[in-house]
């Protein structure tokens, strides 16, 4: 939903998702990489406030005020979406409220970029597709197109191929180790193997059975060269199967009736922090469909 603020602001939910698995294919000639992963949204997410005016003196303004993005404004993924889509007579003022832990695998930026392509969509009135704003997304972000998609999917290519997908929801725990990880770091240090062999996908597909037999290829790489990482998936393994999220630095687990969740908490390693989430087949950013 959208919620009127002070002044002439909207307000804008924005998602953070998990991989619940993720699979490295192969890379490609132009460097990036073709995977099959499977994103669901969670109740975690930043606040994008948007104002929209008409421009002065014919000059377009697209000011950002992201305090925590760490590069210029013009190199924010939402000043790159205000440059893709926001007609040309207009202005745009654009503040974030980061919940999102940065450089967590949570996909916060491409959520910001989506976000905002959503929400200039809807106060101006474009009227563009689904499939019109994630084209515009994938030239901003390879994960912007599942966050402008509005449903839980089954991700491939770079992330432009999207099977919408509802999965039952899941109750989560999950852990932030106050360190970032760079995803083009990531992948460009990665080392394909022959481990990760391409899923062939039939319809129907019990794409929740998958949650239980797939992991993440880039774990192993995430654990040797991160101990801060290493030493808090070790601690969530005693009570499950846990897992990283994208290229980290977020670790989790899926929860059960079983799990005692105080108990987890009590002894959890130092400088982490830690949010009980549910999963969500939607994209809180939308108030009505386009």
């Known amino acids: 939903m959208i919620i009127k603020n002070h002044s002439d602001f909207t307000k804008f939910f924005s998602?953070?998702?998990?991989?619940?698995?993720?699979?490295?294919?192969?890379?490609?000639?132009d460097g990036y990489h073709n995977i099959q992963s499977l994103f669901t949204f969670i109740d975690l997410n930043d606040e994008i406030f948007v104002e929209i005016r008409e421009s002065k003196n014919e000059t377009q303004e697209i000011k950002v005020d992201n305090p925590l993005s760490g590069c210029r404004e013009q190199d924010d993924l939402i000043y790159k979406a205000c440059q893709q889509i926001l007609p040309g007579h207009l202005s745009i003022s654009i503040k974030v409220k980061k919940n999102i832990p940065q450089g967590g695998g949570l996909g916060g930026g491409s959520s910001n970029a989506a976000t905002t392509l959503i929400a200039i969509n809807q106060l101006c009135k474009l009227g563009l597709s689904f499939n019109e704003l994630a084209d515009i997304g994938l030239k901003i972000g390879a994960?912007?197109?599942?966050?402008?998609?509005?449903s839980?999917?089954?991700?491939?290519?770079?992330?432009?191929?999207?099977?919408?997908?509802?999965?039952?929801?899941?109750?989560?725990?999950?852990?932030?180790?106050?360190?970032?990880?760079?995803?083009?770091?990531?992948?460009?240090?990665?080392?394909?193997?022959?481990?990760?062999?391409?899923?062939?996908?039939?319809?129907?597909?019990?794409?929740?059975?998958?949650?239980?037999?797939?992991?993440?290829?880039?774990?192993?790489?995430?654990?040797?060269h991160n101990d801060?990482?290493?030493q808090l998936y070790s601690y969530l393994n005693q009570y499950g199967n846990a897992r990283i999220t994208g290229t980290g630095s977020?670790?989790?687990?899926?929860?059960?009736?079983?799990?005692?969740?105080?108990?987890?908490?009590?002894?959890?390693?130092?400088?982490?922090?830690?949010?009980?989430?549910?999963?969500?087949?939607h994209n809180k950013a939308y108030n009505r469909s386009i």
């Not at 998602?15 to 000639?29: E, Q, T, Y």
């Not at 994960?143 to 509005?150: A, E, G, S, Y």
């Not at 995803?183 to 990760?196: E, G, M, R, V, Y």
Request: proline share 6%.
């Open 250 to 281: 977020c670790c989790f687990l899926i929860l059960n009736d079983d799990h005692q969740n105080d108990e987890i908490i009590k002894n959890m390693p130092s400088n982490v922090d830690y949010y009980f989430v549910s999963t969500l087949n």
């Open 152 to 224: 839980s999917a089954f991700v491939e290519g770079v992330g432009e191929k999207i099977t919408k997908v509802n999965i039952t929801p899941l109750q989560i725990l999950l852990c932030y180790p106050q360190t970032n990880i760079s995803t083009k770091q990531i992948f460009s240090a990665f080392k394909l193997t022959n481990k990760s062999k391409e899923l062939k996908i039939t319809a129907p597909c019990n794409y929740e059975q998958l949650i239980h037999t797939q992991g993440n290829d880039l774990e192993p790489y995430v654990l040797l």
């Open 15 to 29: 998602p953070a998702k998990v991989n619940l698995f993720l699979k490295v294919i192969n890379k490609r000639p």
């Open 143 to 150: 994960d912007v197109p599942f966050f402008i998609h509005n």
């Open 228 to 230: 801060k990482i290493k």
